[in-house]
């Protein structure tokens, strides 16, 4: 099989979510050429999961059981996510997830790595936590060294209110902060 990434250039509105800070589309760069400038982060939704929108009533963040899991094709995606990244020797910094397990599952089979943390956490049932979740993120967008790129492994509904984008699973964007607004640099897709 072949691989390929499409790129594309970004700025897609997404109507579903309002949001007051809007990311700034860019021009289509190359995304292996971005992370290896540096000080951007990889918004990575993730991988093919089994059929469902959200998670079953009653699922909890602490028993993965109870939620919509990746499906073997999903778990395929995501080693095939780490190969492309290794084929071009970029290393990321960082992981982050989100804690719901079909992330953290994306995040360890595409980086071998993934910590947990909050800010990337789904607010698909709760839309009120939106603004704080989506400040944070362009906060520590702010503070990513100028060297390297990290990888944050999220929830569609996450990666729309910061971009705008609407991203297939397993397709990530990638962005960075300057004057203040959030800038969408490359969309990738692997596909085969």
Known sequence: MK????????????LGLPSVDRAEAAPA?????ALRR??????????????????PPGFRLDDCATQRQLSEQGRAQSQRIGAWFSARSLVPAEVRSSAWCRCLDTATLAFGRGRAWAPLNSFFGDRSVEPGQSAELRAALGKLPAQGFEVWVTHQVNISALTGVSPGMGEAVVVRLSGGKVHNLARIRFED
């Open 29 to 33: 760069v190359d995304a292996a050429a």
């Open 38 to 55: 540096g000080g951007v982060a990889v918004l990575l939704r993730h991988a093919a999961t089994e059929p469902g929108i959200g998670d």
């Open 3 to 14: 691989r390929r990434v499409v790129l594309a250039g970004l700025g897609l509105p997404w």
